[in-house]
DNA sequence: CCGCATCCTGCACGATACTG
DNA sequence: CAGTATCGTGCAGGATGCGG
């Protein structure tokens, strides 16, 4: 509750671009990549499999235009694509990683509040 | 790339329930929380004009009932209503900073990326 | 193999009006 | 003051099919 008075303010541009990067999809993606450092496209796909192919794509071509992902072209015919995290996507993943660990560490406590909420408000 | 092997696994459970507490507004209201330590309902409206008193009803149900947020009725006649954080809600808000942190950092990176991307993508 | 184009649907959210 | 109720809508995202 006290006044640390440094935090950042939330502007437009970070609710902007950390709805680009903490999208439904991002997470499961940077994951990925970065556990396995380079992936094909339908690597993703097997990887991720509840995604359609236009959310992956959409998600891919997102990362990338933030700098997150790299887009490298390995081959043509037949046509390979390789996409990479880049350096500061890992940081990103960092913080993604934080965020698991924190929601893991505090779901059942997060399920205990639920239930005693549902209670409260009749069923 | 190497592998840590001890990164948490993103599950059903973690999107719905980061989804519930990075949503649109969520990062707006516990940040004028922490700020404020306690906060009547219509201060709250003050303090992010541009939500509307839907939205903000909303948020503050879904907050509260995942324990982030403790709601405490003061007064009756006239009826008043304070929000406050709750403990846990707290350890949140410390990741909600780091990513504010690392988004203001990374905005100018990210920002030459977009310019780079969109150029290169014709225009 | 890697995508783009199209159609379709749900639902998140805003606007507005009303209540204890 | 602190909400609930109702309606309208934009758009994210799924399903499906085609294209280089």
Known sequence: MQETDDRP???????????????????????????????????LRRLIPVITQKSLTATLRRLERNGMVERVVVSDRPVAVEYRIAPVGQGLQDL???????????????????????AAHDG
Do not use: M, Y
């Open 96 to 118: 993604i990683d934080a965020l698991l660990i924190w929601t893991t560490a505090h779901l059942p406590e997060v399920e205990r509040a639920r239930t005693r909420f549902d």
């Open 9 to 43: 303010l939330i502007t437009g541009e970070h609710r902007e671009l950390l709805d680009q990067l903490l999208d439904k999809w991002s997470l499961h993606v940077l994951d990925q990549l970065c556990e396995h450092g380079a992936l094909r496209f339908n690597a």
